[in-house]
Each structure stands twice: as C-alpha cells, then as structure tokens.
C-alpha cells in the first residue's frame, strides 16, 4: 500500500481497492516511426502524448493512457479523439464502480513512474499497476469530487493567467518609470544642484590620477565622441544640469574569460570563487549564488590573480543583452559579461544609477542595431549614451525608482 494512504483518514463509506478489482491494462499496438505521416488525419499517441499522425486508428476519444516506456513511463495521458495507440502506452479499461474522471485524478495521485524496473530503458508493467491500493468513494461522491476539482482548477487557471498580465504589466510599467527617469521627468529640478559637468570634471580628474599612479593606461584618458544619431535624438530635451555621455568616459570595464572546461584543476564543486554566467544573472539586485566555481588555481592562471570585488557592477552583452546585477561576493565571470567600474563615484551612487538605466538603454534606440547575433561588441558599449544627472537627482531617481519596483514586486 502506498505510505501516505496508511496517514490518512478516509470517510467510512471509501474502500481500499486494489487497482486490479477496478481496470485492465493492455499493450498499444507496434508502429514504426517510419509509418508516421504527416498528412495524416488520426493522431498516433507514444508513451507522452502525441508523436505523429498515422492513416488508421481503434482507440476511441477519451480513452485513459498509461507511459509504458522511458523516461516518461507511468504518465498519465487522456486522448482527445479517434487515435492510434503505440505498445509504448498501456490502455485503460475501467469497471462502472468507477468514474473514469475520478480514476485519472487517482492514477497521477500515484505517482506510477515509481514503479518502473531498475534497467536501461525504464518500463512499468501491468502487474505492478494492479498491485496499487486507492481508496474508493461511492460514485455520486466520486463525481463531486471531480466537479470540485475541475472548478478549482479552472480557478488556479485564471488566477495564472492574472498573475501572467500582471507581470507582464509589472514590466511595462518598469519600462516606463525608467523612461521618465532617463529624461529628467521623475525628480524635480534644484537650481542649486552642481551641474553633472562639475561631476565630470571630477571624474577626469581621478582618471588623470589613476593613469599617474599606473592603474589605467594612457589611451583610457582619450574621451569617445558622443555620435549624434537617433540615439542621442530620445535625450534632446534634458535638464540644462545633465550631459549626455559615452560610457566609456565615466567607467571602466573588463571582460570576463572561461577557464578551460576539460581542466579539472581549475573547477571545484567545494570552497572555490564563484564563476557567474549569464544564467545566474536573475532579477534579484545581488548574486549570492553561481551553479558552477573555480579554483585558486584558476584564478591564477586564467584571470592573473584579478577578481571582481563585492559590489561590483556587471552587465550582459551577449545572447540577452543588459542584464544587470550587483556581485555578493568577490567573483569572476565568463566572456559574455564585463564588470563595470565607475572613475569617480560617491557612495555608490552613480554605480547604482547605472545599475538601473543600463538595461534600458542597451536595448534602445540605434543601439539595437549592434544586437545582430544577440552581442554588443566593445565599440558599441563604449559609446551607449548615458543621459548623467547631477548627483543628487541620480540618489533621488535611485530611492525612487527600487521603491517602485518593491511595490511592483508585492503586487505580482
């Protein structure tokens, strides 16, 4: 008897069954793939749903299926009109003491696929089927209970198909607060604000710094012309405090490398420094977890001893481009993401300011045109248009706009 049954407290009316007192099982008939049509008009059924379509049919609409083979033996199938039935499924008949509604609900409940042998091609047989206990309620109850069932999940349905247009507005809206962000529209002016050029002065001057002490080379202190086209066209009507400005000229970023994947000195499933790729950017604010690690011996060799500290900025550009996050622990990345790191910058601000624009303005405008292969080549991160407020107004959209997305979160 199934474990959880022996838990359970069954109404006195409801009968242990053995599954043989109430259905048989039958073998499908052979099929050969090459038999399959496509022009066919009867649905031909394998271990999990539809594989083809075939000439001739004997199973009648709304006949239950049980998977008899691989991966997906045990599953539960219902078809959906005249079909053919392949000896990769077992069909089921039913006595009367049964709705075969109810039946369907109790077989998934079973969990079948736990039965399959131990061997290189897992089957379920029919004996092993009719071993199987459930408890049995009278059939006007039976029917109920699948009423009740349908109509719950007819509301579980509708209530992700909500959840779905929420998100999907959730998103949008995004999309938006940002926009009116990036144009100067969602904090208001100050006259006594610093203009953005004084922060850019600042930010030449810490360059000029860095190149005298050796940390950043003599090319990184040549400025990247803005190209007037339609990218800079969407930022025309800026605050008179703003500048618009390449990226390249407020920040410096580095491209991240994957260790030889044969090398089994360089990845490590224990203690080791995380290796983030695209798949573990997701939509929370920092990466605490990576699926994969590498060595010390890794970091030596393929990164020369440089890792991307905690907190540091990274961003995608490749395959989904503009995906942002903050590292939560000193980390390496592959190829397809640069860590960014701002010349000048107060507490954070101007990284989290990026943080937020960045996945907007990677993906608009002109810019798209560098997605050709799903990548932003180099050239094209150095000169994203970065609509730069003053530093208070970048701290006011940051509070603002995380915020906002807090809320969007609660209600999706």
Not at 46 to 52: N, P, S, W
Not at 60 to 79: D, H, N, P, Q, W
Not at 384 to 403: D, F, G
Request: zero cysteines; aromatic letters at 8%; hydrophobic letters at 35%.
């Amino acid at each position: 008897m199934n474990p959880l049954l022996t838990t359970l407290d069954f109404p006195d009316n409801w009968l242990p069954i053995k599954l043989s007192q109430i259905l048989r099982v039958s073998s499908g008939k052979s099929l050969k793939r090459t038999q399959l049509t496509e022009d066919g008009n009867v649905p031909v059924y394998g271990a999990h749903g539809i594989m083809g379509s075939y000439s001739e049919g004997f199973i009648e609409k709304g006949t239950l299926l049980i998977g008899r083979v691989g991966f997906y033996a045990g599953s539960i199938m219902r078809t959906k009109e005249f079909s053919w039935v392949t000896d990769n499924s077992l069909i089921v008949s039913s006595s009367s003491v049964v709705n075969s509604n109810f039946l369907e609900l109790s077989l998934k409940h079973l969990n079948l696929g736990s039965l399959t042998s131990q061997t290189a091609q897992p089957v379920i047989s029919g004996q092993k089927i009719y071993s199987q206990i459930i408890f049995l309620p009278p059939v006007n109850e039976q029917t109920k209970i699948v009423d009740s069932y349908n109509e719950l999940i007819s509301k579980v349905n509708t209530i992700e198909k909500e959840q779905e247009q929420l998100k999907q507005l959730a998103t949008q809206l995004k999309q938006k607060v940002l926009d009116v962000a990036m144009q100067g529209k969602l904090v208001p002016q100050d006259p006594n604000d610093e203009p953005a050029s004084v922060l850019l002065e600042k930010i030449r001057a810490e360059k000029q710094r860095l190149y005298e002490e050796g940390k950043i080379k003599k090319k990184d202190l040549v400025e990247t012309e803005l190209v007037k086209d339609g990218d800079n066209a969407y930022y025309q009507n800026l605050p008179d405090s703003w500048e618009i400005v390449p990226l390249k000229n407020i920040v410096n970023y580095r491209i991240g490398k994957t260790p030889n994947t044969k090398n089994k000195n360089y990845w490590t499933n224990h203690e080791g420094f995380p290796w983030i790729s695209i798949a573990d950017m997701g939509k929370d604010k920092y990466i605490g977890r990576t699926t994969r690690k590498i060595t010390n011996k890794a970091v030596e060799e393929v990164f020369k001893g440089i890792v991307s500290p905690k907190g540091t900025l990274i961003m995608s550009f490749k395959l989904s481009i503009g995906k942002t996050n903050l590292l939560g622990k000193n980390s390496v990345h592959n190829e397809a993401i640069i860590s960014i790191f701002p010349y000048w910058d107060n507490n954070n601000v101007l990284r989290n300011y990026l943080y937020l624009v960045l996945p907007i303005i990677s993906n608009s405008g002109e810019t798209i045109s560098a997605i050709k292969g799903k990548t932003l080549n180099s050239k094209k991160i150095d000169v994203l248009p970065i609509p730069l407020p003053t530093i208070r107004e970048q701290q006011e959209i940051n509070t603002k706009v995380m915020l906002f997305l807090r809320i969007l979160e609660i209600i999706s």
